[in-house]
Structure formats: C-alpha cells, structure tokens
C-alpha cells in the first residue's frame, strides 16, 4: 500500500444514518478513538431548504440527493424510476419525509431467522430502537418506547396540526374494516394508526446534528474510490481507503461502510469484491469472489391516485386559500398511516405461480397475516398526469407494496467511482407483488368510491390519461396498467450487501477482516418499515458489535 497521508482507528465511509451514529458513538464510548468520517456531499446545515417540514418534498431535488435514475423498468412499461438517496453529511436524513415507523415484528423475526441469530430479531432490535428515540407520547409502554434518545418524535395531534379531514379520513378506513391502534411502532401495526414522524416541532433532525460528531474527524466532499485490501498470512485485510483523488487513507482497526443500499455495493465492486464476470468488464483486478455483492435488491414500490373534493372550498386541501393554518407546515399533511394484509388464499396461488417461494426466501409473506400493505391519504395533491393544479381542490392517495418477492440488482457501469451505478430494482415482476398491489387499489377504490364515508369526502378520481378509474371490481388487466404508469419508489432500497451472503451477522464483509458495512443494504429480507428508524437502530447495535469484537482480541 501507498503510504497514507493519514491514519485513524476507524474510517468510515459515508456519513448519513448509519455512517453518523457509528462515528457518533464510536468516539463517546472510547474518547482516545481517532475516528474519520468521509461524505462525498457537504454539510447542509445551512442549506435553506433543510430545516423545515414543509420543504421536506423540495429539498429532494436539490443537490443534497445523487439523483440517481433505474435503468428502464420492464414491468412498469419500460419507465425509468428516481431512485433518491442523500449526498450529504446526515445522507437519507437530510432528504426523507421523516416517517418513523419501525415496522412489523414478524419481519425482524424472520431477518433473525435468515442469518440464524437472534439479536436481529424485532426483541434483538427493541433496545436499540428505545435507545435512539424520545417517544412523542409520555403514556407510551415503556417496555416499547425510549424516552431519552437524540431522536425526536411527534404526530399530527402532538404538533397541533388540527386537519379539518381527520375525523373524515378515519371514518372512511374504519368502513372498510381498518380500525384505529394506539401504537403502530410497538411491532405490531396493523390497523389504523397516527402517522409517527422524525420531526421535532416541525423541524428536520439531521443525523450528523442528533448524533454529535464532536471529537469525529468529519471531511466533506471526500468520494471513496475504494477499500485498500491486502494480503497478510493469507488473511485479506482491509488496511484504508483510496479517495477518487488518489489520497490514501489508512485505518488501524476497521473500515466501515455507510455508503447505502446503491453506492456500498459499489465501492465494494470498485475495491475487487464481486463476482468474476461483473468485474472482468471494467478491468477490476479480483480480490475476492463474492458474486452476491449487488444482488437481492429490494424496494418498496407504490402507486399514487388523485381524487376530486367534494367540498374544496372549505380549505381541506394544502394550496386551498382556506388551508392556512400555520401549524399546518410542521409535518406532511396527513394524519393517518393504514397497515394491512391481504387475503391467504390469493397470496398463496399468487406465490405458487411464481414458484420461487424457497428461493426467495419469501415463505414468510404465506398464510401468517403478515403486514403486506400500506395506505395514506395526503391532503395535498398536484400532477400533470392528470393536469391537477395545487390549488386545494384535491387529495391524494398511496398504496404501497411492504413484502415485495421482486428482486434488482445494483451493478457498476465502469471503475470510474465518479460515474452511477447501474440499479435495476426489477420492480413489479412477481405474481405475489401484483397480487398484493391490485389487492390494495382495490380496498382503496372501495373505500372512496363504494361507501358514503368515502362519498362524503370525494366526488371522483382524477385518472391518467388512457386509464380507467379505480374499483373494487376492476379486472387484473386495468389495475397492472395503473402501476405500470405510475408506480414508483417509496424510498426505502436494501439488501445489495446481504446479511448472510455478504456479511455476516456481526456485519462483518465475508472473507475480509477490518472490513464492515452498516447501512441498508444488509437487510436480507424486506420489512414493513420505513427504513430509517431501522437504520438508527443498525447503527447503534453495530457500535456494539465493533466495540465488543475490540475486548474479544484484547
């Protein structure tokens, strides 16, 4: 190796959620640590866009997201999809929505029993997800709920945002058999329940801000080529990283990866970790053969509908003159988030014509009622397909894919670090995942169109051009055309660095030591969540996995 230009105990690679609370708790736990953080974005502290909820659909769009695209989509009609992810010091924080939902238990359960280890089961997880939060709801159960973390959380009612459709809104779920829960983030959330977010009093929580990186060496701007891997006592051992200008870095202990679910895979394909035939294209010299690096690709896939008010002018709708409250603007205009399953019989004829059940590892999303759907109804609403203006005279709805069977892949298009990986999420391509998706415009045509609690908020949806309009009876045929044309990312990719194939279950990179990756694309299985509370949670139980492994040597 190159002599570095400097040393440090740790190095780790991408400072977004999981990159900022290992380097956060690394240099609290043991204050000698010298650890460097490297971000290929900046810090948007600053950035005027960053701060509030109410820019929290602009600031993706900025520079502070790689603004990556997939490569045309065969089950969507041949669409390229956005596939965000944040370049910045607080990464996903510093772009995302803020939706804190945890997910269902039985998903972590399964995840424990893909990688036979029980500390990532949803009772391996609770500590960890209690130690990152401060729960909105001081009556929470405390045995479920942290009450002294960096995280802040808060719903609609606890930020005073007093939407005039609330009560509307649940009623129209409660007539299709959704009724409200108390908790949603207790490892059960099917049912109705607030929608729990990552704001405090309105504002964004960057990870790099909740998790101090006092006593961090944070470098900004810096893009890893890739991790310097060489041979001891035929060992491989990661020793440092090379930056895209040619600067070496060395670490003493471990390089640890946060790059995420699109650039991990990546920087391990760029340093020779991968298989053969990927690397042989862009002239990589192989280190190890790993060839599940960049595969099982996994996302939450979703489909908006617009809806027309019935009684717009009594300012139920963000753009309406009359929606002006200004509590309004601290969070997503929405007040609900829905959870549910769909029914036994049709998933399983949908994964038995699939055949793939075994080779998925998809016997978890069967006959167990597990959490296959996600619905919200957000009082805001604007497209050009259909030409909708933001002028309060509509709504909108979401129906999202939890357990999806469809697997992508993320793959290199050179050895230039500066240059996109290529991701082809393979959205759509199962029997299981549309099953589950026509299950749920169904229930959502159902619910606005069929009953008087839905009739009593719309009037009729505002349907793509070529399209029909949504029911509870449309045939197979018209509800896969919806998605086709507009179904799309929720912005929670994993899996391109799996556990179990890719890294053990300490998080450790198969076959190299010194080499570790906490970020989303470990998680080997989908799971109901919206993955940042996840990865909080990852990031607090890795430093315990690294520190342990430290006292093990000593």
């Not at 010194?514 to 949670?537: E, K, N, T």
Request: proline share 6%; aromatic share 6%; net charge negative.
């Amino acid at each position: 190796m190159t002599s570095p230009t400097q040393f440090a105990d740790y190095i780790v690679v991408g400072g977004g959620i999981g990159g900022s609370v290992v380097a956060s708790r690394l240099t609290q736990r043991d204050t000698k640590l010298a650890v460097i953080l490297l971000e290929a974005g900046s810090d948007p502290t600053n950035h005027p866009l960053v701060p509030d909820a109410s820019t929290a659909l602009q600031v993706r769009g900025t520079e502070l997201n790689w603004n990556y695209t997939t490569i045309d989509q065969e089950n969507l009609g041949g669409r390229a999809c956005n596939a965000s992810a944040g370049k910045a010091l607080g990464g996903g924080s510093a772009i995302n929505s803020g939706g804190w939902i945890r997910g269902d238990a039985k998903d972590y359960d399964h995840w424990a029993k893909v990688v036979n280890d029980p500390r990532w089961s949803y009772k391996g997880f609770l500590p960890y997800f209690r130690k990152t939060e401060t729960y909105h709801d001081a009556g929470a159960d405390r045995a479920q709920h942290g009450f002294s973390g960096p995280i802040h959380t808060q719903t609609a009612p606890t930020s005073n945002r007093n939407y005039p459709m609330r009560e509307q809104t649940k009623a129209a779920f409660n007539s299709i058999g959704i009724k409200e829960i108390k908790d949603a983030n207790c490892g059960n959330p099917q049912g109705l329940a607030e929608c729990t977010e990552a704001w405090k009093n309105g504002k964004r929580q960057l990870a790099s801000h909740a998790y101090p990186l006092n006593g961090v060496q944070v470098m900004t701007g810096k893009l890893v080529k890739r991790v310097i891997i060489e041979e001891k006592d035929n060992r491989k051992v990661a020793l440092g990283v090379e930056l895209s200008d040619g600067s070496i870095l060395g670490a003493t202990r471990e390089v640890i990866l946060c790059a995420g679910t699109y650039r991990t895979p990546q920087v391990l394909m760029l340093s020779g970790i991968g298989s053969a035939s990927e690397l042989l294209k862009h002239n990589i010299p192989q280190i190890l053969d790993l060839p599940e690096v960049g595969k099982n690709l996994h996302d939450h896939l979703g489909t908006t509908q617009f809806w027309k008010l019935r009684n717009p002018e009594k300012g139920l709708s963000a753009g309406s003159p009359n929606f002006n409250n200004p509590a309004y603007m601290l969070g997503l205009p929405l007040d609900w988030v829905a959870v549910h399953t769909v029914p036994a019989q049709g998933l399983k004829d949908a994964l038995v014509h699939d055949g793939e059940m075994a080779s998925l590892d998809v016997s978890h999303t069967q006959l167990d009622d597990r959490s296959q759907l996600e619905f919200y109804i957000i009082y805001a609403a604007a497209s050009a397909d259909p030409p909708i203006p933001f002028d309060g005279t509509h709504i909108s709805s979401s129906v999202v894919g939890l357990l999806p069977t469809s697997r992508g892949s993320v793959t290199i298009s050179s050895n230039n670090p500066h240059d996109d990986p290529v991701i082809d999420p393979n959205y759509y391509a199962t029997e299981h995942d549309k099953y589950v998706m026509r299950s749920g415009l169904k229930l959502v045509g159902k619910m606005l169109l069929e009953t008087q609690e839905g009739l009593n908020i719309v009037t009729q949806e505002a349907v793509p051009d070529g399209l029909k309009p949504l029911s509870s009876i449309l045939n197979d045929e018209d509800l896969d055309a919806r998605v086709r044309a507009s179904g799309n990312t929720l912005f929670h990719p994993g899996g391109t660095a799996s556990m179990g194939k890719v890294v053990d279950s300490h998080l450790r990179v198969i076959g190299i030591e010194g080499l570790r990756i906490v970020d989303a694309s470990v998680i080997p299985v989908p799971i109901a969540s919206h993955y940042q509370a996840c990865i909080f949670a990852l990031g607090e139980q890795a430093v315990d996995l690294i520190l342990d492994h430290v006292e093990e040597k000593v």
